[in-house]
């Protein structure tokens, strides 16, 4: 008879996948935390974005890019994904020289 086992998942893959899963919407950068319990995760992000993208669609994507990448490598539900805007960050062709 074979017993199945259980798969515990750390805290810290979870955000390091999280943080990857990030890096496929921006390169903008960001810091994540987790909170893992009873199958299921909670993200704390931290985002910069990039100016002049919408804030608002910016977040509602990573939050739903976050949550399908996640539960897919991971198996775990996400409950809720916090996320905090750190900074606005100009593109390249964006920037300009005031003389």
Known sequence: MA?????????????????HALTEL????????AHVTAGSAILDVRLAIGYPQP????????RDHLTRRVEQYT?????RVDIAVTALRAAESVRRRVR
């Open 26 to 33: 921006s390169r903008h950068g960001a810091k994540v935390g």
């Open 55 to 62: 804030v608002t669609a910016a977040t509602e994507a990573a």
């Open 3 to 19: 017993d199945n086992g259980i798969v515990t998942i750390s805290e810290r893959a979870v955000e390091r996948i999280a943080a």
């Open 75 to 79: 198996g775990l539900t996400v409950s």
